[in-house]
């Protein structure tokens, strides 16, 4: 029943209000239109009551309507006829139409009908007694559709702006949507790359620790080339780690994403943990290829690779790339361990995060043992993404 409104609006129709009365006071105490019962000061209550329903208008649509009616009420009581004071029923109508509730909506449509033929009953109630003549009756089917009009004005020009205010506050639902459904994509991708990251790091770092534990004692030269690997792993990752905070803090700006050209480095990584890594690419890339296609080959070779190091046979790993004009094929295939029961494969985060990519711009992974090995597949489409 009551709309929430900012102080200085409830100031603002406080102050209308008590200046409407100011002004419509000595113009109605003047009135002489109509024969009053109580003469001029019949008009200090209509004047009040038409006040109050100005300075209610916003604040409670339907309340404003109801005091109106009542002032109206009160004026036609007296015998007053139309005076200065009534132009408030024009602002309430407004406001009925503009901020009211369903109900107070259509009872304001209803009440533009009912005020004109009330209008035009008390202006030519004698007529309809059977005191005036029928000449009166183009004038009253006049002052009907006058009324009609000028009641009914005021309250489309509330239903518009209605209408603009609900599709203003659609459109706000909408940029809001948008913005947190962006923003959810955001932090999906950041803890994608952040899992990448620091389960591939993590995969290098424990492979040279148990290689460089072993190699303590027969082989110290070993053992300082995996601790030097050890270092340069985490290092990456932590300023890996440093970017995708930055991109957290700093949402507009996006930091530098793998390429193909890093792929050398990741292969690097791999073969520096000790697991043998084979690498074919055939054919080569003949033309620019898209940063979305060359970051989600990164990634998943990056997840597929680190899968192999954790949970590979001895056997080592083959990288097969085959790029056409069209797509991109790919196929990362390791050993399975000599005993399969003690190295159970369950979907995790990063088989679910390859698909993921790859559906981002139309392609699809596979993952699934075949034969003796674990076979992690798929092709990816070059060119604009899927819609």
Known sequence: MFRPLRPYQAAVDAALAVLFALVSLPYE?????????????????????MSIALGLRRYSPGLALAVAWI??????????????????IFAVLYATAAYGSRLVFWLGLSSVVVGSGTITIYLFRWAFLGSGSLSDVPTLIFVLLAALFALGLSWTAGAL?????????????????EAETAAEQ??????????DIVAHSLA??????????????????AQSEALGTISATARAALSDVRLLLTQMRHSQAEGPQPTLADLEQLYAQVRAAGTPLRVDVDP???AEI????????????????????????PGGVDVSLSWHAD?????????????????????????????????????????????SSFLVSGSLPIGAPAA
Do not use: C
Request: glycine share 10%; aromatic share 4%.
């Open 204 to 221: 290098v770092i424990i492979a040279q620790s148990d290689g460089a534990r072993y190699a303590a004692a027969s082989d110290p030269q």
């Open 161 to 177: 702006v209605r209408t603009a205010l609900r599709a203003r506050a659609t459109r706000v639902a909408q940029t809001r949507a």
């Open 186 to 195: 955001e932090r999906t991708r950041i803890a994608r790359d952040m899992h």
């Open 71 to 88: 002032g109206a009420i009160t004026q036609m009581g007296f015998g007053r006829g139309p005076g200065f004071s009534d132009i408030a």
């Open 290 to 313: 898209p940063a979305s296609v060359q970051l989600a080959v990164y990634r998943i070779l990056q997840e597929a690779l680190t899968n192999a190091l954790r949970h590979g046979g």
């Open 327 to 371: 797509r991109v094929d790919f196929s990362v295939r390791n050993d399975l361990p000599p005993d399969p029961s003690s190295e159970k494969r369950a979907p995790g985060h990063g088989l679910i995060g390859m698909r993921e990519r790859a559906q981002l711009i139309g392609g699809r992974v596979d993952a699934a043992p075949a034969g």
């Open 29 to 49: 105490l003047n009135s002489a239109t109509g024969p009053s019962l109580i003469g001029g000061w019949s008009a200090i209550p209509v004047v009040f009551l």
């Open 284 to 286: 080569a890339p003949r």
